[in-house]
């Protein structure tokens, strides 16, 4: 595009996401707890299922302080960027860790039951860096598509909208594990 036009460009489409980079959690906590509560599945998970890896983060059973102030800091930042009164959703967060030759399917965070209800999602990465894949956000228009993928690093808040579908490629040669928590916030 033309620096000096004189057309007005307008996005067609309403999409946004965010992030922030918080740089006071103990990191390592977070890791030892999600790794102390790896056996903490989610209820009624098969391993057919897309979440079937996914460890339940309840900060009303684990009791965690490092739990406790990550989730300060999402909820002020969902605030921030949401006319409405979010909470996260059934009060828990989860994990998620991906080794080498793993990826994460593509999948969004939609409500099939409420598909129209504003939601939003987040992942926290725990620990990763350059060397993990990218988080992909596909989108596609008729016959185009466009990919937009972020550089996951220890410490990075992301927040997008629940509909929009995202993806990992396989870890290849990761320096790190990934390891992230995610949740959904939802109408209050």
């Known amino acids: 595009?033309?620096?000096?036009?004189?057309?007005?460009?307008?996005?067609?489409?309403?999409?946004?996401?965010?992030?922030?980079?918080?740089?006071?959690?103990?990191?390592?906590?977070?890791?030892a707890l999600i790794l102390d509560n790896r056996n903490l599945k989610k209820p009624g998970s098969c391993p057919n299922?897309?979440?079937?890896?996914?460890?339940?983060?309840?900060?009303?059973?684990?009791c965690s302080d490092v739990l406790d102030r990550l989730l300060a800091e999402v909820d002020a930042a969902i605030k921030e960027i949401s006319s409405a009164p979010l909470k996260l959703e059934g009060g828990m967060a989860w994990a998620n860790m991906r080794v080498k030759g793993q990826s994460l399917a593509y999948?969004?965070?939609?409500?099939?039951?409420?598909p129209n209800v504003d939601r939003?999602?987040?992942?926290?990465y725990v620990q990763a860096n350059s060397d993990n894949q990218p988080l992909v956000y596909p989108i596609s228009l008729y016959t185009?598509?466009?990919?937009k993928g972020f550089t996951p690093k220890t410490g990075k808040l992301q927040i997008f909208p629940s509909f929009l579908p995202h993806y990992t490629g396989q870890e290849n040669?990761?320096?790190?594990?990934?390891?992230?928590?995610?949740?959904?916030?939802?109408?209050?």
């Not at 790190?176 to 949740?183: L, W």
């Open 120 to 124: 939003l999602s987040f992942v926290y």
């Open 1 to 31: 595009m033309a620096r000096n036009s004189s057309l007005t460009f307008t996005p067609i489409i309403p999409l946004y996401w965010a992030e922030k980079e918080i740089s006071h959690i103990n990191n390592d906590a977070l890791k």
């Open 49 to 62: 299922d897309a979440n079937f890896e996914d460890i339940v983060l309840d900060p009303r059973a684990l």
């Open 144 to 147: 185009h598509r466009f990919d």
């Open 173 to 188: 040669a990761p320096s790190v594990d990934r390891i992230v928590i995610a949740g959904n916030y939802g109408p209050a």
């Open 107 to 114: 999948h969004d965070h939609e409500d099939p039951h409420n």
